[in-house]
């Protein structure tokens, strides 16, 4: 009996360390346990002052654009048509995993964009769809060989942000399973055979991020900005750990304290530490920023 309890208690412990640590780890840019010797995740970073206006509506060609560069300086590519080439193959059957939150979904410019470079790689009409609450029931996200990750980022009431890593929960017939300990274990999601293995490309899209709400399905406009932005990389992890971290600096620039995302965004943290999904250490990251510099929070 006495086993139990020391047992129990030392789960209590850890969980409760793991939930400061991720917040910590990811609000405050100070070294843990990074390495400067190694080879960091690369995530990109595009701006564009132009890409929305006053009404946030999306030019077309500019997010195309946007999306383009990235895309080269992440693979290191001479070309759109090379960047491409390595993503996504031909023969590939690829899904695009949106999402559709009426408050604040992938801009269909955006999706638009991300179309049309796959099909112009070769992929047939057929074999290349756009969908997120429906994913189980399409028959290209059934078949995929690839998948394409795109959302914005937002605060969120059970998981302190809605951002990558959740992205793919629809792909669970239930989803509320992984809601226990504030989405702790959101990175086991990425295990599923729909999933593993599957990701070619993540877009966190940052073009007017929800940076505070209290409670379910909140949303007010006046915590929003016009961040203007895209995060590409192909490490989800990295790329949700940048945006929590404009997020948070965001926070603290708006309420003039150190305001931290509640609840915390432990997740993140524990998708690298706990299921070595990715990379959440600012340290072993290199941030590649390109376009727009004002206010870049980070």
């Known amino acids: 009996m006495a086993t139990k309890k020391i047992s129990r208690r030392k789960l209590l412990k850890d969980t409760a360390l793991a939930s400061i640590a991720g917040a910590l780890y990811l609000n405050f840019p100070f070294k843990s346990f990074g390495q400067s010797n190694i080879n960091k995740t690369k995530v990109i970073l595009i701006r564009n002052k132009d890409v929305i206006d006053d009404n946030n509506i999306v030019n077309q060609d500019i997010i195309q654009e946007m999306l383009d560069q990235a895309v080269v300086k992440l693979t290191k590519s001479e070309s759109v048509s090379d960047a491409w080439s390595k993503i996504i193959n031909p023969d590939d059957i690829v899904g695009i995993k949106s999402n559709v939150w009426k408050y604040l979904s992938t801009p269909v410019e955006l999706e638009n964009a991300i179309k049309k470079r796959i099909i ?142 509640n609840p915390p965004v432990k997740h993140v943290f524990l998708a690298d530490t706990r299921h070595g999904l990715g990379t959440s250490d600012p340290e072993k990251i290199e941030l590649i920023k390109l376009g727009w510099d004002e206010d870049l929070l980070i």
Not at 176 to 188: I, M, P
């Open 120 to 261: 112009e790689v070769g992929v047939k009409q057929k074999n290349v769809t756009i969908e997120d609450r429906g994913v189980l029931y399409n028959n290209v996200f059934k078949n995929s060989t690839a998948l394409i990750n795109v959302r914005p980022l937002r605060t969120h009431n059970w998981s302190g942000v809605g951002s990558l890593l959740k992205n793919y929960i629809m792909f669970s017939p239930n989803p509320s399973s992984y809601h226990n300990d504030t989405c702790a274990d959101l990175a086991k999601v990425w295990e599923l055979p729909e999933v593993k293995g599957k990701t070619r490309l993540n877009i966190l899209v940052m073009l007017t991020p929800l940076f505070h709400g209290v409670g379910p399905h909140h949303y007010n406009k006046n915590y929003t900005w016009q961040y203007k932005g895209l995060l590409v990389g192909f490490d989800p992890v990295a790329v949700d750990s940048v945006g929590v971290r404009i997020l948070q600096a965001k926070r603290k620039k708006y309420f003039k304290e150190d305001r931290p995302i």
